[in-house]
């Protein structure tokens, strides 16, 4: 490649990022990054039942036929929407749009970059979380009390005392991440691409979730559904010029203490 061309190349792949319209680009691939670890739930856990407020209706925990067992199982979507709210925390007022009402999210062509990760009005999702399935095919659960707090007035009902189900501390669940499109570095360490803000914002999003800084569920506010995730593995796909078969790397990811930087082991294939 000239240098010219070599140029204008880097100034159009700097374009591409700027241009917010360009995070609609599932037309082609060009990475895909798998994401696989083990998410422990380090205090009772209830995700289920949407009158939870209330204190009637549906309190069970949302379970799944698995193997002809009723396990409980934490659905991915719970754990995206929880991952979409801190980003939009992280990236600050004004940054991000304002789900869930529509009307608020952003339009086509003017993307915030947390609509380029979790999608919204017209622009698919860049991330897939699959539903979290225990490890084990015992899930103790047990009740716990709790008082039906109004949801409008935010006062207790007087005398309405109401059980919720919850899944026991300590269980451990598959984690499955997936992310299309979003350019990573894996050089040394694993660590965000400078031009693409995305990037960074997933691994602040991993770092959290391993420092037990991510909440799903019910009553997360009272200390409920606290995660940790650990034992991560990545897989990264990345189109080679050329090449039909994307070139896949293996590694094994390390936490360490600064939130932004994540060590990586290449694993042998
Ligand atoms: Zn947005």
Do not use: W
Not at 117 to 138: C, M, Q, R, W, Y
């Amino acid at each position: 490649m000239s240098a010219n061309l070599e140029t204008e190349h880097n100034q159009r792949d700097k374009g591409t990022v700027d241009k917010m319209n360009d995070y609609q680009d599932f037309n082609s691939f060009k990475s895909l990054l798998k994401l696989q670890g083990i998410i422990k739930n380090l205090t009772q856990t209830h995700v289920g039942g949407s009158s939870l407020e209330m204190g009637i209706g549906e309190n069970s925990v949302f379970k799944q036929n698995i193997g002809g067992i009723d396990l409980p199982v934490i659905p991915g979507t719970s754990l995206k929407g929880v991952l979409r709210t801190e980003a939009e925390k992280l990236v600050g007022n004004g940054n991000s749009c304002e789900p869930p009402n529509t009307s608020n999210m952003c339009k086509e062509d003017n993307y915030c970059p947390v609509c380029g990760i979790f999608g919204g009005n017209s622009l698919a999702s860049h991330v897939k979380v699959l539903d979290l399935i225990p490890t084990e095919d015992d899930v103790p659960t047990s009740q716990k009390p709790g008082v039906a707090i109004h949801r409008v007035l935010g006062v207790a009902y007087p005398g309405a005392k109401y059980e919720i189900e919850v899944i026991e501390p300590e269980n451990e669940y598959f984690f499955d991440m997936f992310v299309e499109n979003i350019k990573f570095n894996f050089e040394e360490k694993l660590s965000a691409d400078k031009n693409d803000i995305r990037s960074k914002i997933i691994l602040y999003l991993l770092k959290k979730m391993a420092l037990n800084q991510i909440s799903v569920g019910g009553k997360t506010s009272g200390g409920l559904g606290v995660l940790k995730l650990s034992e991560l593995t990545a897989t990264y796909y990345t189109k080679v010029e050329g090449e039909f078969e994307p070139k896949e790397e293996k590694y094994t990811v390390t936490f360490n203490d600064d939130i932004n930087e994540f060590e990586v082991k290449k694993n042998s294939s």
